[in-house]
């Protein structure tokens, strides 16, 4: 545990792998959230995820998210993405259920309609930066933001926040996913300040949350810092010095089945018993430690030629290893 000087608890996403018995707060409330499998649940109560995300040129990113959701255990995940973009989503994997909406409808009530049944969305892998593609984002944000849907933000629709907060602000369901450099833009877009060559990331991430009225930020980097502009947590399970590319997918996707699990428990008694109990800093601190454990999995197979499909493959045994 390492002290920190936030104004809430502290505490710490750590384990150390051959202690699975010293259990920490966070993996006891991440068993709780998780749904046992049994025969009497139907299908898509485990989670039918929605990704946002790919285009002509990223292909990969929502295809990573997508299956990384469903291998953490969801049931159904759809992608919605460009019509160039589908055909190649769908030979990745018939997995996913593919719809190319993202530049074929040009209001947002037909694609609006095709999340509703949905339970938590991943928006922004592979996404593209196309003012359309954009515009058509926006309508669905508000469209889930109705239905009290979790929803992901991550890699280009972070891009868009920088200039339209709005969009995010005060959703309490909401969760920020930004790499270093993304958290450093979104800071200086939304805080007006340049956020310099700063050791320390805690403060600026709870400041930048409170400034967005309180959504939950994970700002990936050696620890993973995640404030709900409340409570600041890291995540600090081992990895490896190893970063590929769609290692981020692979957590935005992961989180996307974890928070609807954890909003779906949210009302448990064995959870609400836990002070610090919130669903999204669970889920959150859950995504993170699994990328990391599947980082370290695969680095010892692979070292340096590991790939994020490698750390996929993994998911299953950091899984288990982590929460069962
Ligand atoms: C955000 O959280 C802080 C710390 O708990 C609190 O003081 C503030 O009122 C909250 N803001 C909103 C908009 O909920
Ligand atoms: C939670 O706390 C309440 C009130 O103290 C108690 O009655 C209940 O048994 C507790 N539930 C669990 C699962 O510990």
């Not at 104004?7 to 750590?14: A, L, M």
């Not at 929502?62 to 190649?88: E, M, Q």
């Not at 959870?271 to 599947?294: E, Y």
């Amino acid at each position: 545990m390492e002290e920190l000087e936030a104004s809430n608890t502290v505490t710490s996403g750590s384990s150390t792998f051959s202690e699975d018995m010293c259990l920490t707060v966070e993996q006891k409330l991440i068993r709780l959230i998780i749904p046992p499998l049994t025969f009497v649940a139907h299908k898509g109560q485990a989670g039918r995820i929605g990704i946002i995300g790919g285009s002509r040129e990223y292909t990969g990113a929502p295809y990573f998210a997508g299956i990384s959701a469903l291998k953490t255990g969801a049931d159904l995940c759809h992608v919605f993405c460009t019509s160039s973009a589908a055909s190649v989503i769908k030979s990745y994997s018939p997995e996913l259920i593919v719809h190319p909406v993202l530049d074929s409808c040009n209001d947002g009530t037909e694609f609006g309609a095709l999340i509703s049944k949905l339970h938590a969305l991943v928006i922004g892998p592979g996404l593209g930066r196309e003012e359309n593609t954009f515009s058509i984002m926006h309508q669905v944000v508000e469209k889930a933001k109705e239905l009290q849907m979790p929803i992901v933000f991550d890699a280009d629709s972070l891009f868009y926040i920088n200039s339209h907060p709005e969009l995010v602000e005060g959703y309490k369901k909401a969760v920020l996913t930004p790499n270093v450099v993304e958290f450093s833009r979104l800071y200086k877009a939304v805080i007006g300040a340049d956020l310099g060559v700063l050791e320390d990331l805690n403060m600026p991430v709870q400041a930048l949350s409170q400034k967005l009225g309180n959504v939950t930020i994970v700002c990936k980097g050696i620890d993973d810092i995640i404030s709900d502009g409340d409570i600041l947590t890291m995540c600090k399970e081992k990895g490896s010095p190893r970063r590929c590319g769609g290692q981020g997918d692979l957590l935005s996707g992961s989180l996307g089945t974890m928070l609807h699990w954890a909003h779906m428990a949210h009302d448990q008694s064995e959870l609400v018993n836990f002070s610090n109990w919130r669903p999204n800093i669970i889920a959150a601190v859950g995504a993170c430690m699994l990328t990391r454990r599947c980082n370290y999995l695969a680095f010892q197979k692979y070292s340096r030629s590991m790939t994020t499909t490698d750390m996929i493959v993994e998911i299953q045994l950091a899984f288990t290893s982590l929460f069962s």
